[in-house]
């Protein structure tokens, strides 16, 4: 289980960019951290891998302390940053290297999940590309069975056959005891795959909720160019009309379409607290 | 769980250093060799084996010491290197003990090891160059022997070694980019610094000062002729005391620390 307890955290003495936080979030979810360019997400992943320290406040991770950094702490948590560097090695050279550090870590995973995203070589890592990179350190991270596993932007660099893969591939690698958190700003490459959605802007927890809930009290719908009912939280033009999210009061639970979601709770922020506080 | 030290995760540390940045590390220290082995070898054409083995003795211990200290911690240059070193399941003190002995014990063995080597071949090569029938054989023989890596040079050079190495872990650990550019930057100011303000402060105590060094020794005019005003004997090792035990282990210590409260 994550806890942020009066999370304050800045870069510049003064500056907060956040300000006593309060999240939870508990095991056997996938999280989907969702915010602007430059609205905190990285931020709040690293001040749960230990990389940056909090002004104030707590974060608490299976009760540890990230800040401590100490080993029993580091081998139950897993964090995929946004870059990826893999060393001149072979993936056995980089297993025997790596691997003795994770105490859950499985090869019999490894080349399964390896098998799943296309990542086949005999030679170094290095030479592979970008995304075939990435999708070997994201199959060694779920190889290493750590029970938080974080990820930035992971779906940057791979390719569309590759987003559905990782999206399989991390259902499937999904149990009770593992808390997965994702940011990114791309939401589409989260759709069907998150079971909690976490937007933040500016430092400020915008929505933290299931998406059944999230489907339950938000309507997602295409209307006419009168529609005038109620509220509306967010609207655009597409392709099949005027699309729009508002509070849902007939019932039923509609799809849930992240990428308005989020610019529903980012243009209406208040709006969205409001609804989703009950 | 020891979160401290446990000999095992940090053999694991240390075959997975060896192996990660065979490139940056081996090859800081090869270059560092070469430096040392083409120095002492054009030096000792011009100016003759004693200066060489004493400008390639600095060169090679200090200086090359230096670089390789600005190596071992050099991960922050890149996003993906410095989380991934950061993140790593060993603890902070076994991370620091790794860099620690990269450079105080490997670096410096390998070196007194491998200056050791050219040094008996450049010297032996000067001695069996010599006319055993010269007149000055005796003297040209005893003129050069082999460096004395006991002696007040190698001495000089090892308190040299143990504070810039200090200095430039830390410094690695607090510039992310271009630290060994950077560090060396800022000893080059602080060295200047506290001549300059020992300068200052000795021309407002005594008058006709020619030059002073900071913690030795200051030179007067005395009519046309100079002399030296030393420290006394118990102050002077005093000071030996500080840069050679001292002042190393705040440096080291203090890399520690901040290793510790390294945020990336």
Known sequence: MIRFENFCFGYKPGALLYRNLQLSLESGKIYGLLGKNGAGKSTLLKNLTGLLYPSSGQVSVNGFNPSGRKPSFLQTIYFIPEEVHVPALTINSYVALWAPFYPGFSREMLDNYLDKLDVKTDHKLNKLSFGQQKKFIIAFALACNTNVLIMDEPTNGLDIPSKKRFRKLISSSMHEDRLIFISTHQTRDLENLIDQVIIVDNGELLLNAPVDIIGQKLSFKIVEESYAAQAVLYEEENMYGRAVVTANIAGGESRINLEQLFNAATENPEMVKAIFKN | ?264
Not at chain 2, 19 to 25: E, G, I, Q, R
Not at chain 2, 64 to 92: D, E, K
Request: charged share 10%; with cysteine.
């Open chain 2, 1 to 264: 769980m020891n979160d401290v030290f446990s000999a095992r995760r940090f053999g694991w540390l240390m075959r997975k250093v060896f192996l990660d940045k065979t490139t940056p590390v081996l090859g800081t220290i090869l270059l560092c060799f070469t430096v040392t082995l083409i120095f002492y070898g054009l030096t000792r054409l011009l100016q003759g084996i004693p200066t060489a083995q004493n400008g390639a003795f600095t060169i090679g211990l200090p200086l090359g010491g230096t670089l390789v200290a600005s190596v071992v911690f050099g991960y922050f240059n890149n996003n993906a290197v410095g989380t991934s070193f950061l993140t790593l399941p060993v603890s902070v003190f076994e991370k620091w003990l790794s860099g620690v002995l990269i450079v105080g014990v490997l670096y410096f063995f390998l070196f007194l090891l491998f200056f050791r080597l050219i040094d008996t071949a450049f010297v032996a090569q000067y001695h069996s160059g010599l006319n055993p029938h010269s007149p000055y054989y005796k003297e040209q023989y005893e003129y050069v022997q082999l460096f004395s890596l006991t002696g007040f040079t190698a001495r000089v050079n090892y308190m040299m070694f143990f504070n810039f190495a200090g200095m430039m872990m830390l410094g690695s650990l607090f510039f992310n980019k271009a630290p060994f550019v950077k560090t060396a930057l800022a000893i080059c100011v602080l060295i200047i610094a506290t001549f300059l303000l020992n300068l200052l402060v000795i021309n407002l105590l005594i008058k006709n000062v020619q030059i002073a060094f900071p913690f030795s020794v200051v030179w007067i005019w005395v009519g046309t002729d100079r002399a030296a005003l030393n420290l006394s004997p118990e102050n002077e090792s005093r000071i030996r005391f500080i840069f050679c035990f001292v002042l190393p282990s705040i440096f080291w210590g203090l890399s520690l620390l901040r290793l510790k409260e390294k945020e990336f």
